[in-house]
């Protein structure tokens, strides 16, 4: 493999994506970097995107397992560097062995680890702290420090001088405290890219701060040390199966609403073959001319329930062609948008597709949230009854009605309660549950099957 580091925190909120997105703009202006983020996050993704002008990708080793993981990386660090934010504290993960963590991901990547520490109000006790992450697991190789937040020049050499002293880490700069830096948050995380304005002013001045006080070289020289990552037999083998038509056109939702999708697996459906048509529900009036098949993500469909409810045009539009028998995958928002309506938690109700009898309510806590695994108790348009698969919820929504069709069952892993989703109708199924189509090229196949079917049936109409 080539270059690559991993950028971590402390804890969360400690600024390891303040610094990630900092340094991906940054380099960015002299080097190809790919970005990746650890975890199931799509908004940091976007984020990536926006300051570096490449395609992020997750790296999950629950969604994804430890080799399905290793060979997303190997396919994907194409450029002058690979640089992966890391999730939560470096440790934190799934369970108590830290399962899923920034450190096993590193571990499974053999990537050098930048920690960046909330240095606000601290002296030498950053010291303890490096030295504490450094010797808590010695197969994590923690590279370097950035520090953030921190009250000056003069601050900034007491901290590294007693960082390095004392642990023998060098300290590659540091971010100074301006709340000017601070990135909005929302009940599902930071408020995404596409709602966000002012953001290049914001992003320039952070890229200011990484020019005048971060040690790139010293980065780059980090990355260079990378491990070696044997990825062959692992690499997914796409072009087993192949649409070879480009008649196959999947519109995908895509827009300040529904913009919720892992890029590795809308690439899984282009490498098989099919043409990824986007479009919006909240501004366009019709579906796109030509497809067969339809692919809606998550989102936050609430928070623009009014608009999208008045554009009866395009709510017809998709009920119409889901009757007629499209093949249609439907996440979260993406669901909550083919429902009935949507129930703001005033009890303001805005009319939705209603392909489901079902009300999508919005409730002040979450209802399901983190990993998930499924069962498949019926056949659908991604997959036979009895595969099993794993994937993530997080949502603050709860449906409302009855529904007969449903064909998941899912479960938190290890918990014992059980729950009803996979909601089914006709060739559409909606579902609460996101998933990697990269760890489930054969759900993909499934649905370019069914999307095949579909194009025949309309040729002979």
């Given at each position: 493999?080539?270059?690559?580091?991993?950028?971590?925190?402390?804890?969360?909120?400690?600024?390891?994506?303040?610094?990630?997105?900092?340094?991906?703009g940054?380099?960015?202006?002299?080097?190809?970097v790919?970005?990746?983020k650890?975890?199931p996050?799509?908004?940091?993704?976007?984020?990536?995107?926006?300051?570096?002008?490449?395609?992020?990708?997750?790296?999950?080793?629950?969604?994804l397992?430890?080799?399905r993981?290793?060979?997303?990386?190997?396919?994907k660090?194409?450029?002058?560097i690979?640089l992966?934010?890391?999730v939560m504290g470096?440790?934190?993960?799934?369970?108590?062995q830290?399962f899923?963590?920034?450190?096993?991901?590193?571990k499974?990547?053999?990537?050098p680890?930048?920690?960046?520490i909330?240095a606000?109000?601290?002296?030498r006790?950053a010291?303890?702290m490096?030295?504490?992450?450094r010797?808590?697991?010695r197969?994590?190789?923690?590279a370097?420090?950035?520090?953030n937040?921190?009250?000056g020049?003069?601050?900034y050499?007491?901290?590294?001088q007693?960082?390095?002293?004392?642990?023998g880490?060098?300290?590659?700069?540091?971010?100074?405290?301006?709340?000017?830096?601070c990135?909005?948050?929302?009940?599902?995380?930071?408020?995404p890219?596409?709602?966000?304005?002012?953001?290049?002013?914001?992003?320039?001045?952070?890229?200011?701060?990484?020019?005048r006080?971060?040690d790139?070289?010293g980065?780059?020289?980090t990355?260079?040390?990378?491990?070696?990552?044997?990825?062959?037999?692992?690499?997914?083998?796409?072009?087993?199966?192949c649409v070879?038509?480009?008649?196959?056109k999947?519109a995908?939702?895509?827009?300040?609403?529904?913009?919720?999708?892992?890029?590795?697996?809308l690439?899984?459906?282009?490498?098989?073959?099919?043409?990824?048509v986007?479009f919006?529900?909240?501004?366009?009036?019709?579906?796109?001319?030509?497809?067969?098949?339809?692919?809606l993500?998550?989102?936050?469909?609430?928070?623009?329930?009014?608009q999208?409810?008045?554009?009866?045009p395009?709510?017809?539009?998709?009920?119409?062609?889901?009757?007629?028998?499209?093949?249609?995958?439907?996440?979260?928002g993406?669901?909550?948008?083919l429902?009935r309506?949507i129930?703001?938690?005033e009890?303001?109700?805005?009319p939705?597709?209603?392909?489901?009898?079902?009300?999508?309510?919005?409730t002040?806590?979450?209802?399901h949230?983190?990993?998930?695994?499924?069962?498949v108790?019926?056949e659908n348009?991604?997959?036979?009854?009895?595969f099993?698969?794993?994937?993530?919820?997080?949502?603050?929504?709860?449906?409302?009605g009855?529904?007969e069709?449903t064909?998941y069952l899912?479960?938190?892993?290890?918990k014992?309660?059980?729950w009803?989703?996979?909601?089914?109708?006709?060739?559409?199924?909606?579902?609460?549950?996101?998933?990697?189509?990269?760890?489930?090229?054969?759900?993909a196949?499934?649905?370019?099957?069914?999307c095949?079917?579909?194009?025949?049936?309309?040729?002979?109409?």
């Open positions: 493999m080539g270059k690559g580091v991993m950028i971590a925190g402390t804890h969360s909120g400690s600024g390891k994506t303040t610094v990630g997105l900092g340094l991906l940054a380099l960015s202006k002299k080097y190809t790919t970005p990746f650890v975890g996050d799509y908004i940091d993704t976007a984020y990536h995107k926006f300051v570096c002008g490449r395609v992020s990708y997750n790296l999950d080793v629950f969604m397992g430890e080799e993981l290793k060979a997303l990386y190997g396919l660090s194409d450029g002058d690979a992966v934010e890391g470096l440790f934190d993960g799934l369970d108590t830290g899923g963590s920034s450190a096993h991901v590193a499974i990547l053999n990537l680890v930048i920690l960046v909330d606000s109000g601290m002296a006790s010291s303890a490096v030295g504490g992450f010797d808590f697991d197969e994590v190789n923690i370097g420090v950035i520090l937040k921190v009250g020049q003069k601050h050499e007491l901290l590294k007693s960082i390095e002293r004392d642990t880490v060098p300290v590659f700069g540091f971010i100074p405290g301006d709340p000017e830096l990135l909005p948050e929302r009940h599902l995380g930071l408020v890219v596409y709602e966000m304005e002012g953001l290049k002013k914001k992003f320039h001045r952070l890229y200011s701060y990484i020019e006080y971060i790139l070289d980065i780059l020289r990355a260079e040390k990378a491990g070696s990552l044997d990825i062959k037999g692992q690499v997914p083998a796409f072009a087993d199966f070879n038509n480009e008649a196959v999947i995908v939702a895509m827009d300040e609403v529904f913009n919720f999708y892992y890029q590795s697996g690439e899984v459906f282009r490498d098989m073959g099919a043409k990824l986007p919006s529900p909240l501004h366009d009036i019709a579906l796109p001319d030509g497809i067969s098949g339809l692919y993500g998550g989102g936050f469909p609430e928070m623009f329930a009014g999208l409810s008045r554009n009866l395009m709510l017809e539009s998709i009920k119409n062609s889901i009757e007629s028998g499209l093949p249609t995958y439907a996440e979260c993406g669901f909550m948008y429902s309506c129930r703001d938690q009890g303001k109700s805005y939705m597709a209603g392909v489901y009898d079902i009300e999508a309510v919005m002040r806590r979450l209802q949230f983190g990993y998930v695994e499924a069962e108790t019926s348009v991604l997959a036979e009854k009895g099993k698969l794993r994937g993530h919820e997080f949502h603050h929504s709860e449906m409302v009855f529904f069709n064909c899912v479960s938190k892993p290890g014992p309660e059980k009803r989703c996979g909601y089914r109708f006709k060739n559409c199924l909606a579902t609460y549950v996101h998933i990697d189509f990269f760890a489930y090229p054969n759900l196949e499934n649905f370019l099957r069914k095949l079917e579909f194009l025949k049936r309309s040729e002979f109409k």
